[in-house]
């Protein structure tokens, strides 16, 4: 009776944790997505990022885009859990199938004046953001790409008088001709 | 409307309790005589009745409530069914649509409140949509893995007149559970368990909610392969309990030689069972050297805490089937001699005789009164509920149950208060037949009240309650983790039974000494109205055999041991956190 052990798996395992993408087609219905957040909350598994919004409004359907992080087998459980809700029609794991095109836009708003502000359009022209709002003191930039490129501009802005940043959270398709 | 769903759907008891959001449904209920309406004394009751019901009859229980207080009180009852796979629809009450969200008097989220303790839930908006949602509700109800489902009908809803859908016009758009097991993994499955040396059929609640179908299957593989079997709380009677390859009940409260048996496996066969915590117990050390086979209809059971090597999702009566079929049709043979050598090991257990404990003369031990129970009641068309704690696990390894579907418990949620309501409900379906709730003391006063609905109803349940004058499971577990400091565990101020039982117009019967509990018992059985019946037993036996938490399979405690160690040094320091 020396080792730790338990009847309930309360420690923290060990594995690794992985980042998946998952893409959920979904009845568009009231209160599916209180269900989708529902059981990531009580079942205590992360949202790192959420998109949702009504895909075909002939079909009443809906795409959810999840982001989230666990352990191998905390990813095989969401899935499945996710299956399981009665308005869900398919749960795909775009990070197994691989190579799958993700994007999201962000709005990133910029105050200076001078010298930072002009090096701020430079910068902006370089990664090929879009000024959507402007006056002599401010710039809001619209951005679209993937995440990592998104945090290298809002990096790169950090300096030049960033005020804030609105991201739409990730959007993500598998390639290639079929559909989900 | 919603009459003529609940008749389409061959609905003939409905439990209930009205109030002002459900009165046009009551009031259409005055003027029938088809559908049965029995009137409950607490919403709670109300679903755990529709749960024995549904869990001795295999039909889907059905329950009407008011809005806010009503389905508040539901809450519990439905997480049970949840929790225990259940198929129940319970129709709620609600506020006018255009009240929704105002606070409205006696409004609640219902929708909100439910939705992670159901299946499913539907608010109905629009009446044209109220007989599809309704056929929908039955439909997930008890498809796939049951459970229980809220249809939330605001009142003016109730009050419109609309277009009425058909059953067969109602398919759900997307929900569409798995029947038949995947062929390769079935004929790898049997493969394996045919090149089994210790092998261990671990069985389940899902065989039950499978169908008697599937319980018969399951008696024929068992059979034809001769390996030994054991079975979840949930899963007793699936498999004859008075069978040679029967082990006994698994896990926390489960035998020496099943729990052994799990541990010292080389192929587990899990059917229908989930591989909860009160059955694995420590995760390291859960049958370490064995390959394992699970079959769930439930994707997200399998690989959920333990990890198996052959995953089967499909309804446990087809995959059954196609195991017999592909063990034919391989004619595959076990290995005999192995086998041999592996029920030698097993009947060493055995002889260890777990259950046994101390007989007396002067006090009935718990185990003694089940005993006499089991003896007098078993040429009997009977039945049990019970309520949660040492009673239940003493009724889970003294009465033995042959056939499915004659066992009722919360198993999942562990709900005191569960057993009478759930005995009303069973007696419903079934007027008669012997309806025993086996009870303790302190549980049988949370829902005390539906001895008034029995009394009603002339149910002539049984409440055979083990007087032991604590929360015994609670002070078990006081002596175990915290020095046998009894905080609040003893039942002070107990009712007298015999008395409270005339009260509710029954019959109260009262058995201190084990020289006059046959007697008793058999007087009970002969009374054709609902009884009490307040059995005294010793107050400080404890159920063995016990894994404590934090433990394995192999590391049980049992009864006679502990008499000689100090009982409150048997659980590690990291055990005593769980629960
Ligand atoms: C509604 C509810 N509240 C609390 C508990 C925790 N609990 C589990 S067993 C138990 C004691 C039950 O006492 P009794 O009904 O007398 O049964 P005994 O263990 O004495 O046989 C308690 C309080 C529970 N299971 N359910
Ligand atoms: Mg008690």
């Not at chain 1, 949702?52 to 969401?78: D, F, K, N």
């Not at chain 2, 409530?65 to 929790?83: C, E, I, K």
């Not at chain 2, 409140?113 to 008890?142: G, M, Q, S, W």
């Not at chain 2, 609040?488 to 107990?494: F, R, V």
Request: hydrophobic share 40%; proline share 5%; charged share 20%.
């Amino acid at each position: 009776m020396s080792k730790p052990g338990s009847a309930y798996p309360l420690e923290k395992t060990e594995q690794k944790t992985e980042t998946h993408t998952m893409s959920v087609l979904v009845d568009n219905e009231p209160g599916v997505l209180a269900r989708v957040i529902g059981l990531f909350a009580g079942r205590g598994y992360n949202i790192e990022s959420l998109t949702v919004s009504e895909t075909e409004h002939e079909a009443h359907l809906s795409r959810i885009t999840i982001v989230t992080t666990g352990t191998p087998m905390v990813i095989e459980q969401i899935k499945s859990q996710l299956d399981r809700l009665v308005p869900i029609h398919t749960v795909i794991d775009l990070t197994v199938l691989g190579q799958s095109l993700e994007r999201e836009l962000a709005m990133v708003k910029v105050a200076g004046k001078g010298e930072k502000r002009a090096e701020a359009a430079r910068l902006a022209e370089s990664f090929s953001a879009v000024v959507i709002d402007d006056s002599p003191e401010h710039f809001v930039f619209e951005i679209t790409g993937e995440q990592s490129r998104i945090e290298e501009f809002v990096v790169a802005m950090q300096p030049l008088g960033l005020v804030e940043v609105c991201r739409t959270g990730l959007a993500a398709l598998a390639r290639g001709p079929e559909r989900m | 409307m919603v009459l003529q769903a609940l008749a389409d759907q061959g609905v003939d008891h409905i439990f209930g309790y009205p109030g002002g959001a459900v009165l046009p449904i009551y009031d259409e209920l005055f003027q029938q005589d088809w559908l049965k309406h029995i009137l409950v004394r607490h919403e709670q009751g109300a679903v755990h009745a529709a749960e024995g019901y549904a869990r001795s009859t295999g039909k889907v229980g059905v329950v009407l409530v008011t809005s806010g207080p009503g389905a508040t009180n539901a809450v519990t009852g439905l997480t049970d069914a949840l929790m225990d796979s259940i198929p129940l629809v319970c129709i709620t009450g609600q506020v006018p649509t255009h009240l929704i969200g105002n606070d409205a008097f006696q409004e609640c989220d219902t929708v909100g409140i439910t939705r992670p303790c159901t299946k499913h839930n539907y608010l109905v908006r629009d009446v044209n949509d109220l007989a599809k949602v309704l056929h929908e509700a039955f439909y997930v109800a008890r498809s796939g893995r049951p459970g229980p489902v809220v249809v939330d009908i605001p009142k003016d809803v109730q009050f419109a007149t609309g277009i009425y859908t058909e059953v067969s016009n109602s398919q759900h758009k997307s929900y569409r559970p798995a029947t038949v097991g995947d062929e390769d993994a079935i004929a790898e499955a049997v493969e394996l368990m045919a090149n089994a040396k210790r092998p261990i059929f671990y069985t389940g609640g899902g065989i039950i909610n499978a169908g008697p179908v599937a319980s018969e299957r399951l008696r024929e593989l068992v059979r034809m392969t001769g390996y030994p079997i054991t079975s979840t709380l949930m899963g007793l009677g699936a498999y004859p309990a008075s069978d040679k390859q029967w082990l006994g009940m698994l896990g926390m409260h489960g035998t020496f030689e099943a729990n052994n048996a799990m541990h010292d496996c080389d192929v587990m066969i899990c059917i229908g069972a989930r591989f909860d915590d009160r059955i694995t117990g420590r995760l390291d050390g859960f049958s370490p050297g064995s390959k394992k086979i699970h079959v769930d209809i439930d994707r997200s059971s399998i690989n959920k805490t333990v990890h198996v090597d052959i995953p089967i999702v499909g309804d446990c009566a087809y995959v059954l089937e196609q195991m017999l079929g592909a063990w034919k049709a391989k004619n595959l043979k076990v290995d005999e001699v192995a086998l041999k050598t592996w029920w030698g090991e097993i009947d060493h257990w055995r002889a260890r005789k777990c259950l046994s404990y101390k007989m007396r003369d002067d006090v009935i031990m718990p185990q003694y009164a089940l005993e006499r129970l089991f003896a007098l009641t078993r040429d009997k068309d009977v039945y049990i509920t019970t309520e949660v704690g040492q009673h239940q696990m003493w009724a889970a390894q003294f009465l033995h149950f042959d056939e499915p579907n004659r066992w009722m418990t919360s198993g999942g949620l562990g709900t005191m208060g569960y057993g009478i309501p759930a005995a009303v409900g069973v007696q419903v379906a079934h007027p008669d037949s012997l309806v025993i709730d086996v009870a303790g003391e302190a549980s049988v006063l949370m829902t005390m009240q539906e001895m008034s609905t029995a009394a009603q109803y002339d149910l002539p349940i049984k409440i055979f309650i083990l007087n032991n004058q604590y929360m015994g499971m609670v002070r078990q577990w006081q002596e175990l983790l915290h020095g046998s400091r009894y905080s609040h565990s003893y039942s002070e101020a107990l009712p007298d039974f015999v008395k409270l039982a005339e009260a509710y117009q029954g019959v109260g019967i009262r058995a201190e000494k084990p020289s006059e509990l046959d007697d008793k018992i058999l007087e009970m059985i002969a009374t054709p109205k609902p009884v009490i019946f307040d059995c005294r037993v010793d107050e400080n036996a404890n159920c063995f055999p016990m894994i404590p938490s934090g433990e394995a399979h192999n590391n049980m405690l049992l009864g006679d041991d502990v008499a000689e160690e100090d009982i409150g040094n048997v659980i590690s320091e990291t055990g005593k956190v769980m629960v």
